[in-house]
């Protein structure tokens, strides 16, 4: 293989923001009873727009037509002040040079402010994709092939890297190899030819080295 490209998911996977982003319903919401931890594995990588579907059919009631722009201005706020980057990842930037992109699900104005508070924006630049942009979200392929096609890899060039069983699938379905972080002994899927699951992100540069050594169709 003469190269491969590497596509980061954002989201509980480059930045430790899923709990801030859950945390924020439990502030604007105080009438859910789940915790933190239940609340984040509930919607780990799901769009924005089911969620407050499920919401809604877990309260019996319809959200504020104002909701999703209160939510969007908490997760902002908690964002600025709270958001850190996983453990690992400056280092694992550091010592991987293969091209690299980022596929969010994330808004593209939340993109960058995460990137930036988290100091990871210099190692992207605009090597940015956002699912609004196409109108493809997880576990649709979309995103990914579209991130493949616009830094000029074929599919099973592309090592995606993912937290979410939703961007597990999604980077599977799209043709590439998938590897899942799982931290602090999280649920992972069933590491296959497809998926390499890890839990430590500087075990990721070797990983990736390995496949871009064997190539995988």
């Given at each position: 293989?003469?190269g491969i490209c590497?596509?980061f998911?954002?989201d509980?996977?480059l930045?430790?923001s ?6 924020a319903?439990?502030?604007?919401l105080p009438?859910?009873?789940d ?8 919607y780990r ?17 319809g959200?504020?037509d104002a ?9 902002e706020?908690l964002?600025a ?11 694992m930037l550091?010592?991987?040079?293969f ?7 994330g808004?593209?104005a939340?993109?960058?402010q995460?990137l930036?508070v988290?100091?990871?924006?210099p ?11 196409i109108g493809?979200?997880k576990?649709e392929p979309?995103?990914f092939?579209?991130a493949a096609?616009?830094?000029?890899f074929m599919p099973?060039?592309?090592a995606?890297?993912?937290d979410?069983e939703?961007?597990?699938r999604?980077?599977?379905?799209a ?6 972080y799982v931290?602090?002994?999280g649920a992972s899927?069933r590491?296959?030819?497809?998926v390499?699951?890890f839990d430590d992100?500087l075990?990721?540069?070797q990983l ?6 064997h190539?995988?169709?």
């Open positions: 293989m003469a590497v596509i998911d954002l509980g996977t930045v430790d899923e709990g801030l982003c859950n945390q319903f439990l502030d604007l009438q859910l009873n915790t933190l931890g239940t609340l984040t594995q509930r990588g799901k769009k924005l727009a089911h969620i407050l579907a499920d919401l809604e059919a877990r309260l019996c009631q959200l504020p909701f999703e722009r209160r939510y969007r201005q908490r997760v706020e964002f002040h709270e958001l850190k980057p996983m453990p690992g990842v400056f280092e550091e010592a991987m040079n091209p690299k992109c980022i596929a969010s699900s808004p593209p939340k993109i960058p995460a930036q988290s100091g990871l924006a190692y992207f630049g605009d090597a940015i994709f956002s699912s609004y942009e493809s979200w576990p979309g995103i092939q579209y096609k616009a830094t000029g099973s060039q592309c995606a890297v993912e979410s939703v961007g597990v999604a980077a599977t379905a043709g590439m190899k998938a590897f899942q931290p602090n002994g899927l590491q296959n030819g497809f390499t699951p992100m075990s990721l540069p990736l080295a390995h496949f871009a050594g190539g995988h169709a």
